[in-house]
Structures are given as structure tokens and as C-alpha cells.
């Protein structure tokens, strides 16, 4: 078997070498298109992680690579004269040079036929059985077939360029200056004695206003100089091909053609803010050269390699956008609070957590819990900072409402009422999850009228009986908890008259249905009933209806209320093109999308007193190509609040059934945070939110102000409990009842706390720093 790679970068040559090894028999030839030393690049970086596993296959260049790195535990973050110092981070720098001689020689000694020179374009020139496409990201073979690849690249915004220093570091940092023209970042960490790399970044504005467009790679080291002149103590700023560019995310839809296939950046990259672009290249020759081990044939082996390589690179891909969105996005982030800040960076890629990051650097967390305390105490909601309590128990106010913590039960229609009667079903429900623990409980959508309800089984509030069972509730959540209950209110529009939920989400009724209105006659269904087209007649009733049943929310005693402006629903439809073609100053820009909304929304401000709080749920996005986006978020999170909104629940989607969500963990959060940091107003997220880490995390990263979870919830009505017991929280609230429960749970958590904290300190991965102690090679 003849097997030829193009590109002799880390991805080729390892593969090489850990093919070679188990198979001799298999002639292996790398074709570089440059000479064996025209090698560019400063260093590169490897976790405690990665050299596990590069020590696992290949042991003798693991101990190459050992020999001649630079190893840190901390990362230090640099953030307007303030420094935050982060430990438990196993890494190791390596010159890249450095690195790719030593596979080189590697690879020579087993015998792999290495071809200097040999720039291939066209694998018509190679004589081979499988062919390994691993020249980089500019791949001209996966050029080639990019129509058959799907070759996608998101050429991103900021501009970076990679240069080199002789500044040593004991530790990865970051560097984040302000200067006339804007923010200039720089990811810097030493990869050898008296090395370091430094990659700086900014946005296209600030580097156009620097000027940097029109330099040389000369003249722009010497500008970094000058930014980063504090930080470089008097080193210089060395270049190799350090021009400035965009970073490229490549995704391929297949990896595999015929008998060729794509390895590395080829296929892949990775934004260097996560250090893993080099280990990216080498953990896809590992899985490549195993697939090669385990099947039979060259087509098994490639399709088995596709197979199972390719979850774990979009995670990683995953990963990495997350990560080069906070950088694009750091001016949002720029008035926070230094610790703030720094946790953001530090969580921003979902990786780390609030509690996995207790574990490596307690100092820190200690810290963040100290800011969120201090936060609170400053903005008056309580009298001293409220110390030693994990961020999600540190209370919260909007108006004269006072939270006791920052989980919310969001709003869930549960397809139970009678005649929009409000039962027994539902007050064991709220009375649940009130005594539960939540903060705030946000009661189903709930409807003005029988004619706005999405199903027959939703509540509504229009008459007296209602209004009497909803008292009923709101009574027992005040006398048996401390959450307070919020009335979500809102109107379905052309989603009306629908099946209940396990009959047929959103399907229309077969008979028995209602008429429906929207602002356009669109149906949402093909199948669905065309609604007619609101009259401005129809908005002045509908309005009515909804400034009664506040009334009536206020006399049941209702802590809050909610307008929902989400999911498609009818003032949701008015806020979305897709949903409002009209023609009229109801439709058309977003500002007269916007109107008959928030003519509901003055119209119930009005009547609702002014020491109570409203919120609007709102999709931040329609999911769908000409829809709402997340900036037109921003703006309608503004308008709401102009017109007296306290907080912006942050949904998404629901729009139209075309609307294609990117789910995943938290998937809505990124909405809440760039609403509540672009329009300073307090937001809640939602959405695949399932744990109490996740809830501090987005607490304490400013992502939001109050975590709002639904489904979790429906599973467990005393979620907030379990946390506050998981925490040691000794003064959440629990019915005096349920006192001797709470206490056996306290003790049970704080001691499965315990264990589970010892068995993950035992499953870090094994620092890798070198046993003399030498990994402080810093200052030499
Ligand atoms: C300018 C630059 C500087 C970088 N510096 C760093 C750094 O300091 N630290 C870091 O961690 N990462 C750095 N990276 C990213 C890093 O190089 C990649 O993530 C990683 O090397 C990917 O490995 P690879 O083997 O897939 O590709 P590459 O390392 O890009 O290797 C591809 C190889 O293929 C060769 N080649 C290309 N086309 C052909 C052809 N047609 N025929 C034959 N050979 C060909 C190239 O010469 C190259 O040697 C840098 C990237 C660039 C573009
Ligand atoms: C059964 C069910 C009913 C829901 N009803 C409503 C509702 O009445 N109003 C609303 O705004 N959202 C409603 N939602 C959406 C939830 O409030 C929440 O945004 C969504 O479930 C995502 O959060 P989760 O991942 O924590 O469940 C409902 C969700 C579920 C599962």
C-alpha cells in the first residue's frame, strides 16, 4: 500500500509518523511544497490534555516536545491597570519550528519518504492508493473539489497577525489596551527560552483608524510597539510573514473524495483564542491513522475516520466560535467590572464554568462571588454586601419586587384550563414550584380573551372567576413561599385556536376552532386557518382586552407582569417581517412593526402601578433568513424600554415553522448578553439552561440578571432548593413543613459535594510541567 500526504505540517507529518510506526510495510511519502528548515510561525500551544495523549501515541516525540517547551499553570488577564492572576490551567508552549523539526526527524528515522519542494495541485501527479490533503487552510487540492468537499469559509471580521517577542512569561496572557483609534487585544505566551508569541487583534475599525492598512510588516511591528510598549518592557515585536489577516473558519460537509481525504486546517480551523489549532491538526492524524489500524480497505478507513472524527471537531469548532465572538464583541464588555470581565473571558467559551473553575482557582471564584456581593449591596437591593453565596442567591429587585434569587420558573402553558378556568391542577402547580424555591414564578400565557387563546386548554383572566382562581393562587404563593408570581399575558393571533399540546402543537382544531386575527392574512400551518387582517379597529378592543385583564392581575395581587411579544404570537407577529407585510404604519420598518405592540404595552404600563415591574418576552431572533436578528433585538429591547419595561425575557423563534433554531446548551444566552450589554437594560435568559453552574455562570459572566428555566422545572418543582442545598445556602427559604426534608437534603448534597469535587480534582488531567521545576523558564 502507498500512502501520500501533501503538506509536511504538524496534521501530515504526524500522521506519518504514528502510520509508519505501526505499519513499516506501508511505503508513507510527504510532499512540502517548501524546503525542510522554511518554516514559519512562533509557538504553539498544547494543554496537559493534549500531551496526555500525544504521550499515549507517540512517546518518543512526546519527549521531544518536552524537552524544549515552556510550561504555565496560570493565565493573567490584563484589563485597564487592573491584573487578574487564574491558576489550574495546565499548558505547555513549543516553538512551532522547533516543533516540526522534531517530527521531521521523527518521521525520517521510521522511514517515512519526505519529498521538500513538491507543491502538488492536481492529484492526477501522484501515484498513490490513499491520498492525505493536509497542506493547510489554503488547500489547494480541497479548491480543487470544493463543490464535492462543501466547502464553507466565515471569513471573520477582526483582523489579527501573528509576531514573535523576546519578553518572557511565567503564565498565557492577555493583553487589553484602549488607544485613540480603539481596543487592541494580545494573546501572548512564551514557547521557549527568551520566546514568545505574541497574536494581536483587533477590529477592522480601530485597524484601518490606526492606519495599519497601509503599512509594511515592518511599520505595523514597530505601531505594536508603541501600543503594547508598557507590556513589551523595552522587548521589541519581531515579525515572520506577520501580515495582518481574517481569521478563515473552514467547515467541510464531507471530508472524504474517492480515495482522498482532508486532515487538519485543510478541513478545520480553529480560532487561535482557543490554542487549538495545531493540537486540532495532530488529534485528526491520530483518529485518521487508527481508522487506517482498524478497517480493511481505504474506503472503510476514510469513511470510519469521517465518522468518528467529526463530532469532536464541531465541538471544538463550536468552542472556538463562541470564543472569537467575545473578541469581536469586547467593546460590549468594556465598562464592566475588571472581575466581571475577566470571568467573562475566562467562561466565554462554555468550556469553563463557574464551578470547574472553583476547583482550579478558588481564589478567583472567591472573588467573583465577593464582585456579584458587592454589586447588589451598591445597587441598594441589600443593605451590606450578602458574602460566601453563589451568584444565582444573591436577590434581586426591579421596581418595588424583591427577589430572593435569580431563578425564575418560566412561563409554560400547561393545556389544563376549563373555559380559561385556572383549576386545583394549577395551584398544586405554581404552589409547587413556589415552595420549591424559585425566585420568581411567571405564570402559562395567559389571555384577555376567549378569542386570543392558543388552545382550548389555556387559562385566561376576562371574567370574575377567574380572577377569583388566580387569587387563589397568588394567595398561596405569597402565604407558603418567598417567590413572587408574575402574569405572563398575551394574545395567539393566527396560532390560535390550536390543538392542545399532545394532541398536535400548533395544528388547528378540527372543529369547535374560533376566528383568528393577525396583521396579516398568513396562515402558519398550509393547513391552518387564514386569519384575518387586524383593522385599527380590532387593535383598539384588543388593547381593551388587555388593559382589563391587567386590572384584574393587579386586584389577584400579581407581583409582576409579563406582555409575551414571542413565539410568533399575535404582537410577536406584528414585530416580525416575516409574519407583517403590511402596508400600513403598522408594517414596514421595524419601528412601525413596533407600534401596535407597544401601544398594548403603554396602554397596560398605564394601568399597572408604578411600583410593580412588567417585562417582555421577546424572540431575538426569527431563526430564518430575512427575519428578525439579534441587532434588530437590541432595538426592540430599547423601545420596550422607553415605554417603561424593567427587564427583557430573551427568547427565540417560533416565528414560522421554517424557522431552523441552532440548539444547544444555552443556546438563547447569547441574545441576553449582547441585549442587556449593547442596551444596558436587565435581561433574563432562557433555553436549554439545565443546571445550577450554568446558572452562575451566566449570572456572574453579566450574561443576564435572572436564569429563567422551563422544562427543568416540569421535572423538578424544587430545583432551587437542591442548589441552595448543593451550595450550603443556609438561609434560603424553605415552608417550615418541609424544614426536616431540607435539612437531611443539606447534609446528603454537602457531603455528595464533597466527594464529587475530590473525584474531579483526581480526573484533572496530570501536569505535564517538568519535574526539575524548569517549567518557570520565564526569566533567563
Ligand atoms: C502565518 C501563520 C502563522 C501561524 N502561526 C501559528 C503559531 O505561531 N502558533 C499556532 O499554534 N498556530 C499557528 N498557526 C496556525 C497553525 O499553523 C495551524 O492551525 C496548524 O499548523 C494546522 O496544521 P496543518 O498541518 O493542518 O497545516 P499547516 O501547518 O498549515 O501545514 C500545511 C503544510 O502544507 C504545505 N503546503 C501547502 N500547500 C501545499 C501544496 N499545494 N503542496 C505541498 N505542500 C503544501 C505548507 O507549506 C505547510 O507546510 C499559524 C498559521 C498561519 C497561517
Ligand atoms: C410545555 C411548555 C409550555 C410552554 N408555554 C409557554 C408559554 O405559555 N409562554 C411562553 O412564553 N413560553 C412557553 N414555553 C417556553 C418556555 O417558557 C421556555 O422558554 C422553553 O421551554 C425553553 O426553556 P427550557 O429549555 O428551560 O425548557 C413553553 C414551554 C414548554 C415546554
Known amino acids: 500500500m502507498k500512502i501520500a500526504v501533501i503538506g509536511g505540517g504538524p496534521a501530515g507529518l504526524y500522521f506519518a509518523i504514528l502510520l509508519k510506526k505501526s505499519r513499516p510495510d506501508i511505503a508513507v511519502t510527504i510532499h512540502e511544497r517548501n524546503k525542510a528548515d522554511d518554516l514559519f510561525g512562533f509557538g504553539v500551544v498544547f494543554s496537559d490534555q493534549t500531551l496526555d495523549t500525544f504521550k499515549t501515541h507517540d512517546l518518543e516525540s512526546y519527549e521531544a516536545i518536552r524537552r524544549s517547551f515552556a510550561y504555565w499553570d496560570d493565565i493573567e488577564i490584563h484589563f485597564k491597570d487592573t491584573v487578574h492572576r487564574i491558576g489550574g490551567n495546565g499548558f505547555c508552549g513549543c516553538s512551532r519550528r522547533t516543533l516540526l523539526m522534531l517530527l521531521q526527524d521523527r518521521a525520517r528515522s521510521l522511514g517515512v519518504a519526505m519529498q521538500f519542494g513538491s507543491e502538488i495541485a492536481d492529484e492526477a501527479s501522484i501515484d498513490a492508493d490513499m491520498i492525505v490533503i493536509a497542506d493547510g487552510l489554503n488547500s489547494a487540492l ?105 481569521f478563515p473558519m473552514i467547515r467541510n460537509e464531507r471530508w472524504v473524495k474517492d480515495n482522498m481525504v482532508l486532515l487538519g486546517d485543510a478541513k478545520a480551523t480553529a480560532h487561535f483564542s482557543i490554542g487549538s489549532g495545531t493540537k486540532l491538526a495532530m488529534e ?24 468518528t472524527r467529526r463530532q469532536e471537531v464541531e465541538r471544538t469548532q463550536h468552542a472556538a ?51 456579584m456581593a458587592r454589586d447588589v449591596a451598591a445597587k441598594g437591593i441589600t443593605a451590606a454586601p450578602r458574602k460566601d453565596v453563589a451568584p444565582m442567591f444573591q436577590p434581586w429587585r426591579l421596581r418595588d419586587m424583591k427577589l430572593a434569587n435569580r431563578v425564575v420558573v418560566s412561563p409554560m402553558c400547561m393545556y389544563s384550563a376549563k373555559d380559561g378556568m385556572p383549576g386545583d391542577f394549577h395551584l398544586v402547580h405554581y404552589g409547587a414550584r413556589a415552595m420549591g424555591g424559585a425566585g420568581l414564578i411567571v405564570t402559562e400565557m395567559t389571555c384577555p380573551s376567549a378569542e386570543a387563546r392558543i388552545t382550548p386548554g389555556c387559562t385566561g383572566l376576562w371574567n370574575d372567576a377567574q380572577q377569583a382562581a388566580w387569587t387563589r393562587i397568588v394567595d398561596f404563593v405569597h402565604a407558603n413561599s418567598e417567590a413572587r408570581i408574575c402574569l405572563q ?110 401601544k398594548v404595552f403603554e396602554a397596560i404600563r398605564a394601568v399597572w402601578p408604578a411600583s410593580k415591574p412588567m417585562s417582555v418576552r421577546i424572540s431575538a431572533s426569527d431563526w430564518i433568513a430575512g427575519g428578525l436578528d439579534s441587532d434588530d433585538a437590541v432595538e426592540v429591547s430599547r423601545a420596550f424600554a422607553r415605554a417603561g419595561a424593567d427587564l427583557i425575557d430573551v427568547s427565540s423563534g417560533q416565528t414560522a415553522p421554517q424557522s431552523k433554531p441552532h440548539y444547544g446548551r444555552m443556546f438563547q444566552t447569547p441574545f441576553s448578553d449582547q441585549i442587556r450589554n449593547e442596551a444596558h437594560i436587565a435581561t433574563m435568559a432562557v433555553g436549554s439552561i439545565t443546571g445550577a453552574d450554568q446558572i452562575n455562570t451566566i449570572i456572574a459572566a453579566g450574561r443576564a440578571d435572572l436564569v429563567a428555566l422551563g422544562r427543568p422545572h416540569l421535572a423538578d418543582p424544587a430545583f432551587t432548593l437542591r442548589a441552595a442545598a448543593w451550595y450550603g445556602d443556609a438561609t434560603h427559604h424553605a415552608p417550615k413543613q418541609y424544614a426536616p426534608g431540607r435539612d437531611a437534603l443539606y447534609r446528603q448534597l454537602e457531603k455528595e459535594r464533597a466527594d464529587l469535587t475530590e473525584l474531579r480534582l483526581k480526573a484533572r488531567p496530570k501536569s505535564h510541567a517538568p519535574e526539575d521545576g524548569t517549567e518557570r523558564m520565564a526569566a533567563e
Open 321 to 371: 466560535d463562541t470564543s472569537l465572538v467575545w473578541f469581536e464583541d469586547v467593546q460590549r464588555f468594556w465598562n464592566m467590572d475588571p472581575v466581571q470581565f475577566a470571568f467573562g473571558l475566562m467562561t466565554r467559551s462554555k468550556a469553563i464554568t463557574y464551578d470547574n473553575l472553583n476547583l482550579r482557582a478558588p481564589d478567583f471564584v472567591a472573588a467573583v462571588d465577593d464582585m
Open 489 to 598: 399575558l398575551g394574545h395567539a393571533g393566527r396560532k390560535g385556536a390550536s390543538k392542545l399540546m399532545w394532541d398536535g402543537m400548533d395544528r388547528p382544531l378540527p372543529e369547535g376552532g374560533w376566528g383568528l386575527i393577525a396583521p396579516s392574512p398568513l396562515p402558519y400551518y398550509p393547513e391552518s386557518q387564514v386569519p384575518r387582517a387586524m383593522t385599527e379597529a380590532d387593535m383598539t378592543e384588543v388593547t381593551a382586552t388587555f388593559v382589563a385583564a391587567a386590572r384584574r392581575a393587579e386586584a389577584s395581587g400579581f407581583d409582576m407582569l409579563e406582555l409575551h411579544c414571542a413565539h410568533g404570537y399575535l404582537l410577536a407577529s406584528f414585530i416580525s417581517p416575516i409574519t407583517n407585510r403590511r402596508t400600513d404604519e403598522f408594517g414596514g420598518s421595524l419601528d412601525n412593526r413596533l407600534r401596535f405592540p407597544l
Open 284 to 307: 485528526d492524524a491520530i483518529a485518521l491513522y487508527k481508522s487506517v489500524l482498524a478497517c480493511d480497505g481505504v474506503s472503510a478507513a476514510l469513511s470510519h475516520y469521517e465518522t
Open 142 to 246: 480541497r479548491e480543487k473539489h470544493r463543490d464535492h468537499f462543501g466547502t464553507r469559509v466565515d471569513l471573520r471580521p477582526n483582523k489579527f497577525s501573528w509576531m514573535g517577542s523576546t519578553r518572557p512569561f511565567d503564565a498565557f496572557n492577555y493583553f487589553f489596551r484602549q488607544t485613540s483609534h480603539g481596543v487592541f487585544i494580545a494573546h501572548c505566551y512564551q514557547y521557549e527560552a527568551n520566546a514568545s508569541t505574541w497574536v494581536l487583534e483587533t477590529t477592522p475599525e480601530t485597524w484601518a483608524s490606526a492606519g495599519l492598512d497601509r503599512m509594511t510588516e515592518h511599520e505595523s511591528a514597530r505601531f505594536m510597539e508603541g501600543v503594547f510598549a508598557k507590556e513589551l518592557q523595552g522587548h521589541t515585536l519581531q515579525t515572520n510573514r506577520s501580515i495582518w489577516r481574517n
